[in-house]
């Protein structure tokens, strides 16, 4: 669902496992767009709306490349047409939206994972296998960074409140995640400040994750600024660094810096692209309904963990329950 820029990587990485999963059919609110869309990246069906896409009996999953405020409805009616979803992050604009839409897929006995691409990167297996072995001791604190200028792309997904726009959704739900997956708990305190822009959402922002067993999780995000992607784990024995966290290009490796022994580059690649990646998830686990690494738990924890440092920031949707009522609709 969708033609944007995101779906035409997808679509262009599914070209290449084809002997496991097809591209069938594209859907636009703009027929032209899909018929070009169709065109470029050899699906055989073109349809001028969702509801088309869902109707169609060759679909088997779909995956929803639309704006973060239309994650909700077209999960829920994927679900309910009982197509298997891949849902692009963040999964809703709140937790209480994922609840619902969780229900929907609960009730229909389908698939749906959040699509965090990294998380289906070899090279994270790789990661937690080296912490669950000891390499760096016990693990006390870990940092990550996803920031980028935004200011003059002129994109309105990325500024609008009624579009779930802002620094947090956009791209901070990346760090948020990888500090929750690789510690393997919820944090027990989160805390966070960040900046608002004109639109009334958060162009930066940076907070602390506290975890019960004392580790601590750091975290920034931008859309308004510029710093270098990383992911960073110091234990009580060294550390590890992620180089190129979130877009995990082949050619990025693990550096593992343990006391007491050489600095090793260790690169983890099997060939595919990310969203090719994602798509073979889908297909591995189809049957289970979920993924082990991107449970509905997790995601529906992502959520509740999201709106509270985004309130915690200032940032409410219009109409959103609880606002304060200096928040403007």
Known sequence: LGTGNIAGKFAKDLATIRDRATLTAVGSRDRAKAEAFARSHGAAHAHGSYDDVLRDPDVDAVYISLLNHQHAEWTIAAARSGKHILCEKPATMTAAELALALEAVRRAGVFYMEAFAYRCHP????????????????????????????????????????????????????????????????????????????TGIDDWAAGVLRFTDGAIGTFATSIGCVQPSCATIHGSQGAIEVVEPWRCP????????????????????????????EALTVAVHIASRQSPDCTWADSLAGMTLLDDLRHQVGVWWPGEAGAPATSSD
């Open 250 to 277: 082949p050619e990025a490796p693990l550096i593992v810096r343990a006391t007491g022994k050489a600095e090793e580059r260790i690169i983890c690649d099997d060939g595919l692209g990310n969203y090719a990646r």
């Open 123 to 198: 090279r994270y297996a790789k990661l937690k296998e080296l912490l669950a072995v000891g390499v760096i001791g016990e693990v006390r604190m870990l940092h990550a960074v996803f920031c980028f200028d935004g200011t003059n792309l002129g994109r309105p997904r990325l500024t609008t409140r009624e579009h779930g726009g802002g620094a947090l959704m956009d791209v901070g739900v990346y760090p948020l995640s990888w500090l929750r997956w690789i510690v393997g708990k919820e944090p027990v305190s989160a805390s966070a400040e960040g900046h608002l822009g004109p």
